[in-house]
């Protein structure tokens, strides 16, 4: 097999239909891609993980973290999303931004990679965007056994928001769902004596919780925000009052905010009703030092490729480096611009790809 270019790679990716949770064969693409790493495949619930390492010398572990799947395409494409077509200096496919591209970047970097000092891995699973049971958790479950978690992981995300390299992402939000259901007594409208509305239970406690900041946040935080999603309840008639009301919602939350706070503040404001709550914390918040190397490191690399000074973020919704962060591993994303990922017509450019490509391969070379 010819080593593959940056480019000719990343066409390579994106004609693999590797839709949640298949792999469209890049797991064995890349065990073969990077043959003089050694592979350990923990494979498990339909889905395929792949992490690849190779020891150069005795110090740190760096690792590049990534998703080879893809949501389906849907409709409103002006080309087949996994034939990628190249117009303009734009490469259009499924997967162009989110995160093939990234995935290109990082391999072809580091199969050009002759020294360095430590030990070099990647970790790939084909359930990112699907429920992330299988995938990246559980091999770094399997790592901490084999006592070889990272010490710093990049994760190649889409995160430039205007131009490449104005972004990258030094933490996350955790995410955190929750069901109240309150009860009252159904009954004719006409006698409302007679009933118990369970609107004008809720009716109250709603200025109290709507949109209400449970911390104040801080220079990297949005503050954590309680975000009522949905209510209903009755019958969809005019003429009966409620026996229940059914409320969702979602708090992002900081590192300011744990799923304790948000079950305290649920149960405080519906102290004394008769209600049911279920809520189930669906990730946690993470944060690394900006001053940690990888930070460091990283945005000296795409000042010297870039000349742009980079913004540390936090924004966005969850993505694997979430569980790179449980286990003490200091993680940064860093990927191309995020304007049209799981869009019709996704793209990036072919300057974005070559780019990345180069920031990659100058961390490896400097860390």
Same mark, same amino acid.
């Given at each position: 097999?010819?080593?593959?270019?940056?480019?000719d790679l990343f066409l390579k990716l994106l004609s693999a239909k590797s839709i949640t949770p298949d792999d469209g064969g890049l797991m064995d693409f890349i065990e073969e891609y990077l043959s003089d790493f050694e592979a350990i495949r923990v494979d498990r619930g339909g889905v395929k993980n792949l992490f690849l390492t190779k020891k150069f010398g005795d110090g740190e572990h760096l690792c590049f973290g990534g998703h080879v799947d893809v949501v389906p395409p849907g409709d409103g494409w002006e080309s087949d999303p996994f034939t990628p077509k190249i117009e303009d200096g734009?490469?259009?496919?499924?997967? +162009?931004?989110d995160m093939k591209s990234g995935l290109a970047a990082? !391999?072809?970097a580091i199969k050009e990679t002759k020294e360095f000092n430590g030990r070099l891995s990647i970790l790939l699973t084909s359930d990112e965007e699907g429920d992330a049971i299988y995938g990246t958790k559980i091999v770094l479950e399997e790592l901490k056994k084999q006592n070889l978690l990272p010490d710093y992981a990049i994760v190649a995300e889409p995160t430039c928001e205007i131009i490449f390299g104005d972004a990258i992402k030094i933490g996350r939000r955790g995410s955190n769902n929750g069901v109240v259901r309150v009860?009252?007594?159904q009954g004719h409208a006409a006698y409302p004596a007679k009933a118990i509305n369970a609107v004008?239970?809720? +009716?109250?406690?709603?200025?109290?919780?709507?949109?209400?900041? !449970?911390?104040?946040?801080?220079?990297?935080f949005e503050p954590s925000q309680f975000v009522?999603?949905?209510?209903?309840?009755g019958l969809e008639v005019t003429n009966v009052t409620p026996g229940e009301v059914k409320l969702m919602f979602n708090v992002r939350n900081s590192t300011a905010t744990t799923p304790k706070d948000i079950e305290d503040f649920v149960n405080s404001n519906f102290e004394g009703l008769n209600y049911e709550f279920e809520f189930k914390p669906s990730s946690k918040p993470f944060m690394t030092n900006p001053n940690s190397k990888?930070?460091?490191?990283?945005?000296?690399?795409?000042?010297?490729e870039c000349n742009i000074d980079t913004k540390l973020s936090t924004a966005g919704g969850t993505s694997d480096?979430?569980?790179?962060?449980?286990?003490?591993?200091?993680t940064v994303e860093f990927g191309v611009i995020n304007d049209t990922i799981h869009a019709p017509n996704e793209r990036t450019t072919v300057d974005e790809v070559e780019s990345l490509y180069r920031v990659f391969k100058r961390v490896i070379k400097e860390f």
């Open positions: 097999m010819r080593e593959l270019d940056v480019i734009k490469i259009y496919a499924r997967g +162009a931004q990082f !391999l072809c009860f009252g007594k004008n239970l809720i +009716a109250p406690i709603l200025p109290k919780i709507a949109g209400v900041n !449970l911390d104040s946040g801080d220079e990297f009522i999603t949905d209510i209903r309840g990888v930070v460091k490191k990283l945005t000296q690399a795409i000042k010297d480096a979430r569980f790179f962060g449980e286990y003490g591993v200091e």
